[in-house]
Structures are given as structure tokens and as C-alpha cells.
């Protein structure tokens, strides 16, 4: 062969290198994007695995996009996302399985634009529960470097410096919501204010950080609590303009199923991250003793499961709620595991799970998990407006697979190694 044929032949070979390793970088990239999708639409989903997992992978079948968790048409900056995805990341720490981080990082990568802006939301409404898919960003940061995440997440710390304020000091839950402080947003907000504290504070900031943490428990403490029942009412109205509104009290009428399960994964969620030596520890602790202890007293103790309204469970229309119980489960498990919570309730949260276990929880032929009995939706005031009544709870929507449940659910199932 002549040297100029001889040439041409090594620069063919060279290109046909390039062009396979292109394709294959391709490929790699393309099927790391699409191992979400992996052992439930084609495999299902093998009851070999822990429930924790198997919930996870039905989530990823029900919802592949995690921009779209909550039965969405389209993207959006919610809550439920940050829940379902918290739980994801524990999932992926104990499995190790690739396909659960992208499932994560394609949320962040979808509702995070290039500048740090977060797509859908507005800080201007001041709306607590967008503050709680900052979670996603604060596991994200440290493991990719990305400022983009880091932005995002200081614009949600620069919503709670701004948060509007009961005249003592508590987050509206919403900037519509005037004077009002729901149990709802104690676990929206302040588990990430924690987090990003210990990450980002130092010192007298840090410190006027967690204070200001501890003081919204003891506010919702202070004006919800019932002291006769030892349960918490849903919402708290300064003002007591609100039709909801007790005259006296301001409070709600009411004992909702779900906000006492916020409001006990935040005290749970927030202890991770408050300093050994802060005095409001044992504060939470307390309060959390006291929150149990209620709860206790309201299981149905056949099922080991709560109603939706939590103290009326031989009213009709009442209903054994599969949400506020999986919050219940995790609360109970996980403090106990850490020593905040008597070892009884370790027992307590494996009678509740088995109670979903036995009657919330299906499962198709393919391996889907499905949980049923969720309220979908419970608020207070609004338009339509939402009196609170025992009426208006038990006559919201139920459906099955509510990421208010399945994110709880999956994080009572690891706490109990499930």
C-alpha cells in the first residue's frame, strides 16, 4: 500500500474511533437518563424488595418525571416533590442504586434554570410549602457543586427572612393566609431553615437562626394546642377574622389526621440538625412526649391506624386515613430510633405499619404498590371556602397513591426496616 493510501486508511480508522465513541458516550448518557424507568415498566417491580423500595419504584412508574409528582400535567415547585424525593434519598443511600439519584437530580435539573431560578415559583406570595423542596437542594449541592442549586436555595432562605409574622413572631403559612399559622407549615419550612443553617451559618446568625426555629414550635405550642386532649388544632388565626375561628381562641375547630403527622415529622426532621447543646432540644423533645402520648389516646386499636378527624372515629363518615398514619409510623419509629421517644413507641409504629400493611396497601400483578384511603386535600379558608367542620374533612377527596402518603410511607419503612 502507498504511503498516502496507507495514511488515508489510519485517518478512516481514526474518524469510525471517534463517531463509536461518540454513539457510545451517547448511549451511556442517554441510558443513565432513562434508568428511572427501569424494573417497573418493563421487569415490574420484584416483591423480593423491601417496601421501601418497592413503593419508590411504583412512585417512578405512577410519576416518571419527579417534576410531575401529584398527578401533575405539568412541572411544578411543590412540596409534595420535596417530600417524595426526601424519602427518595434515603432509598438511594441505602441501595446505592443509581436510577433513585437521577430520579432526584432530574427534578432539581428540570425546576432549576441555569441563573438559579426556580421555574413556577414566586417569593412575593410567600407561601411556606414552597420552601420545602430546598431539601432537594441542599442533598444536591454538596454532592454536584452546582451554584445554580446553591442560588436557588438562598432565594427560599431569603423568603423566611421576609416570611410576614404574627405580631409574636410566627410564619404565616401563607402571605393570602393572613395572621395565620397552620401546623402544616412548621414541617414546609422549618426542617430546611435548619439544614441550610447547619450549612451555611456560623455563630451569632446561626444561632439567631435556631432560636427563631424553636420559637415556632413553641408559638403553634402556645396557640393551638388543646390541653385536655393533648392534641394540636389545625391552624391558628391572630386575628380571629376567619369564619373557621374560634371567637376566644382563634383557633380551628377541629383535630385533622394529617396536620398532627406535619407537624410530627417536623419536630422529628428539625432534631437532626439542631446542635446537641441548643436548650430548645429538649423543648421539642417535650413537646413531641406530649404529642405522642395524645395520639396514643386516639388509635383505633383494632387496625393500630387514625381517622382523618382524629378524635371522632365512631362519627359516621369518619374514615381510617392512610396519610396522617404513615406520618404517624415514621414520627414514632424515628424517635424512638434516635432515644427522644421511649422504645415502646418502636413497637407502636410497627403495630401502625402493619395496619397499612393490612389495610391500605394493594398490590397489582406487576408489582405496583398502591396506597389507598388518602385525603387528597385539606385546607383552611380559601375559595371555595374550607370552615374546617368535621364535614368539610371527611368529605374531601380520597384517592389512592397521595405522595403525602407514599413519601411517609417509604420513611416509615426504613425506619422500621421495612
Not at 45 to 67: G, N
Not at 94 to 121: L, P, R, S, W
Not at 176 to 202: C, I, V
Not at 299 to 307: K, V
Amino acid at each position: 500500500m502507498k504511503k498516502r493510501e496507507y495514511s488515508l486508511a489510519l485517518s478512516s480508522v481514526a474518524i469510525l474511533l471517534v463517531i463509536l465513541v461518540m454513539f457510545s458516550c451517547k448511549n451511556e448518557n442517554k441510558n443513565t437518563a432513562e434508568t428511572s424507568n427501569i424494573d417497573t415498566a418493563e421487569e415490574g417491580i420484584s416483591k423480593d424488595l423491601k417496601w421501601s423500595e418497592r413503593m419508590l419504584l411504583s412512585e417512578i412508574k405512577r410519576f416518571p418525571e419527579a417534576s410531575k409528582l401529584d398527578f401533575r400535567d405539568e412541572p411544578k415547585w411543590s412540596y409534595t416533590n420535596g417530600l417524595v424525593l426526601t424519602a427518595a434519598q434515603k432509598v438511594y443511600e441505602e441501595t446505592n442504586k443509581q436510577k433513585y439519584y437521577v430520579y432526584i437530580y432530574d427534578y432539581a435539573d428540570t425546576m432549576i434554570t441555569a441563573q438559579g431560578e426556580i421555574k413556577t415559583y414566586d417569593i412575593e406570595k410567600y407561601n411556606l410549602d414552597m420552601i420545602k423542596s430546598g431539601d432537594v437542594l441542599l442533598y444536591l449541592y454538596p454532592k454536584t457543586k452546582e451554584e445554580r442549586f446553591k442560588k436557588a436555595a438562598d432565594t427560599l432562605r431569603k423568603q423566611l427572612e421576609n416570611q410576614p409574622r404574627t405580631t409574636d413572631g410566627g410564619f404565616w403559612h401563607k402571605k393570602r393566609y393572613t395572621h395565620q399559622m397552620w401546623l402544616d407549615g412548621l414541617y414546609m419550612a422549618e426542617p430546611f431553615y435548619a439544614h441550610y443553617t447547619k450549612m451555611f451559618s456560623e455563630g451569632e446568625k446561626a444561632q439567631k437562626a435556631y432560636d427563631e426555629i424553636v420559637r415556632q414550635f413553641d408559638l403553634i405550642q402556645e396557640h393551638t394546642l388543646d390541653e385536655e386532649t393533648g392534641l394540636l388544632y389545625h391552624g391558628w388565626d391572630e386575628s380571629k377574622e376567619q369564619k373557621w375561628a374560634n371567637n376566644e381562641t382563634g383557633t380551628s375547630p377541629n383535630f385533622w389526621s394529617r396536620a398532627m403527622g406535619w407537624y410530627g415529622m417536623a419536630m422529628v426532621d428539625v432534631l437532626d440538625y439542631l446542635p446537641e447543646d441548643h436548650p430548645g432540644r429538649e423543648k421539642l423533645i417535650d413537646y413531641l412526649e406530649s404529642y405522642a402520648e395524645a395520639l396514643l389516646k386516639v388509635q383505633d386499636q383494632e387496625t393500630g391506624l387514625w381517622y382523618q378527624v382524629l378524635d371522632k372515629g365512631d362519627k359516621e363518615g369518619n374514615y381510617l386515613e392512610a396519610t396522617g398514619s404513615s406520618m404517624f409510623a415514621y414520627t414514632f419509629a424515628k424517635a424512638a430510633n434516635n432515644g427522644y421517644l421511649p422504645e415502646k413507641y418502636l413497637a407502636e409504629a410497627e403495630k401502625t405499619y402493619q395496619g397499612i400493611l393490612n389495610n391500605l396497601i394493594t398490590v397489582e400483578e406487576d408489582g405496583t404498590v398502591n396506597l389507598n384511603q388518602c385525603c387528597a386535600v385539606a385546607g383552611l379558608g380559601g375559595d371555595p371556602y374550607r370552615d374546617a367542620s368535621f364535614e368539610y374533612y371527611v368529605n374531601e377527596e380520597i384517592r389512592s397513591n397521595d405522595p403525602k402518603g407514599t413519601g411517609p410511607f417509604i420513611l416509615a419503612s426504613l425506619e422500621l426496616n421495612k
